[in-house]
């Protein structure tokens, strides 16, 4: 496992330094991942290509083909395990985040065919229910109804990021006013809704709210602490807005000036981030 998580990092690595290509890496997860036994290179390297190169890494048009790879190796994954185990659970949350069907993701949001051992966790539940929303296949009606149910901190978190995955421009104005604008909003739950507003919308929708991030971010410094500022500057980054205008609309703002030590340093952070995957669809764009 050591050797494994070793070559795992330098790919991850590699990737992010332009030395292999992102397809490449997805080739290589699903003939690889699914005869891995290891529950934290299962765990690490299953999120790290949901969240990295379905929704950075991969232009938009590969993502949807790319979804359904993903899908099938975690299901490989989770049909090889022994029921109840770390692995099989690793794999569960790997498919209920890159999978596309709808009828699989609502049995399991009502407890219907849950793999052994998630019967009761609510965790996974409202990580159903977010991939639900980036699928566009619930509605706040009914995200507030299973938050009911979940009276707790983790579910009003859970239901927050959920409704601020939603698509569809409503959805959005909720939840970027219900970041910047609601004072009333604990740091815990402005993560929350940063973590869920970018995964979902495609860049037509989402462009329009590059401006208002670095308008509108830098500005909560007068009222958040600076460690919690930069958490949430962090979160709420455009970087799935994967394009040149984003990478100058933060060097323009750096440029400006007037910003918190919190809110630059994740600008700085980011926009590094940022980049890389811009060099890596430049460099990748065409295969030969």
């Known amino acids: 496992p050591q050797h494994r998580a070793v070559v795992w990092v330098a790919l991850v690595d590699a990737l992010a330094a332009t030395e292999v290509d992102p397809r490449d890496l997805l080739r290589l997860f699903a ?44 299901r490989r994954r989770l049909e090889s395990a022994t029921p109840g185990s770390t692995q099989a659970i690793a794999a569960a949350r790997v498919l ?48 507030e109804r299973v938050r009911q149910e979940d009276p707790s901190l983790q579910g009003k978190l859970g239901a927050l990021t959920a409704r601020a995955a939603l698509p569809g421009a409503e959805h959005k104005a909720w939840a970027w006013e219900q970041l910047v604008g609601a004072s009333d909003r ?9 973590s869920g507003f970018w995964i979902s919308g495609g860049a037509d929708l989402l462009r329009g709210y590059v401006p208002r991030f670095h308008r509108d971010v830098p500005a909560l410094a007068d009222r958040v602490g600076q460690d919690a500022l930069a958490r949430v500057a962090a979160l709420a980054y ?34 590094s981030v940022l980049r890389e995957v811009l060099a890596s669809r430049e460099r990748f764009a065409v295969r030969a």
């Open 238 to 271: 455009p970087r799935t807005v994967v394009e040149q205008a984003t990478d100058d609309a933060t060097s323009a703002r750096l440029a400006e000036g007037h910003l918190s030590p919190a809110v630059r340093r994740a600008l700085v952070d980011q926009q």
């Open 186 to 194: 604990s740091n815990y739950e402005m993560n929350a809704l940063a």
């Open 31 to 74: 003939a690889a991942w699914p005869a891995e036994d290891h529950p934290s290179i299962l765990a690490r390297i299953g999120g790290f290509v949901c969240q990295r190169v379905l929704q950075e890494y991969l232009p938009p048009e590969e993502v949807p083909q790319a979804r359904r790879v993903v899908a099938g190796a975690a």
């Open 96 to 143: 209920a985040a890159a999978t596309d069907d709808v009828g699989l993701l609502r049995s399991w949001a009502y407890h219907q065919d849950l793999p052994v051992g998630l019967e009761d966790d609510a965790d996974f539940r409202w990580a159903v229910l977010r991939a639900l929303a980036v699928l566009g296949e619930t509605d706040p009606d009914e995200i």
